[in-house]
């Protein structure tokens, strides 16, 4: 079992940055197992991959709109995971959720929805021009 909280959201202007947090509840052994996730829905769209991050951190996935702007990172001492984005524009409002796959292999980086088994409440972030 995981449960997952994120925060860092808000209220921000065009060209501005933001750093969400995702804290996982689990041990840490389980956490340690789980590929992380970060994804987004904007209202009337689908939910997309914004950033997936491996197990020991060291392999990285990100959505087109996302390269070059966010950084997905994790602490597993911490059992956090963190999406640092900069350079927000409007089209990158959302609300943006925290996800978990516990089944991955080491190196694998999950980028469907459907891998992830767990999810946080989600955050909301909206830009304005």
């Known amino acids: 079992q995981v449960q997952l909280a994120e925060s860092g959201g808000g209220a921000v202007q065009a060209g501005a940055s933001l750093r969400l947090a995702c804290a996982a509840s689990t041990s840490s052994g389980t956490f340690n197992r789980c590929a992380m996730a970060w994804f987004r829905q904007a209202p009337g769209k689908d939910r997309e991959l914004v950033a997936a991050i491996n197990r020991n951190g060291v392999n990285t996935v990100y959505g087109d709109f996302a390269k070059g702007r966010f950084t997905v990172s994790r602490d597993n001492s911490k059992k956090t995971v963190h999406l640092q984005m900069n350079n927000l524009q409007p089209e990158d409002t959302a609300v943006y959720y925290c996800?978990?796959?516990?089944?991955?292999?080491?190196?694998?980086?999950?980028?469907?929805?459907?891998?992830?088994?767990?999810w946080g409440q989600g955050t909301q972030v909206t830009v304005s021009s």
């Open positions: 996800a978990a796959d516990v089944n991955a292999i080491l190196y694998d980086v999950p980028a469907t929805a459907s891998r992830y088994d767990y």
